[in-house]
């Protein structure tokens, strides 16, 4: 159950970093800001974690690549009804992410 516990930390800690970052989006005009923090927060989960040096560069140059593309998306269909759409499909696909890899 222990396990189960810090999954559930780490998911939700996830979502209330991922919601700052999607509201620092709509504040600046530039996605490679929160996509480049993004980034920065796995690349420091997984050093903190002891994630074999290859997960550790990889991880986030992925997250980096995907963390553009979905700040991007989001900035582009602003004040638009897809934005709802690209916003729920990054979280579910963040989330599930997140669960499968834990």
């Known amino acids: 159950m222990p396990g189960l516990q810090r999954s559930a930390k780490k ?6 970093i991922l919601a700052a970052l999607v509201k620092l989006n709509l504040e600046i005009q530039k996605p490679l800001v929160p996509a480049g923090i993004f ?10 974690s ?3 040096l290859l997960a550790i560069i990889l991880g986030p140059a ?3 690549g995907f963390g553009f593309l ?3 998306l989001l900035k ?8 709802w759409a690209v916003l729920i ?3 579910v696909a963040y989330m599930g992410l ?5």
């Open 11 to 16: 998911i939700m800690l996830s979502a209330l």
């Open 39 to 48: 980034a920065g927060f796995g690349f420091f989960v997984s050093l903190i």
């Open 50 to 52: 002891g994630y074999p």
């Open 62 to 64: 992925i997250n980096l």
């Open 70 to 72: 979905y700040f991007w």
């Open 76 to 83: 582009r269909t602003e004040g638009e009804g897809s934005w």
């Open 89 to 91: 499909l990054g979280i």
């Open 98 to 102: 997140t669960i499968a890899l834990s």
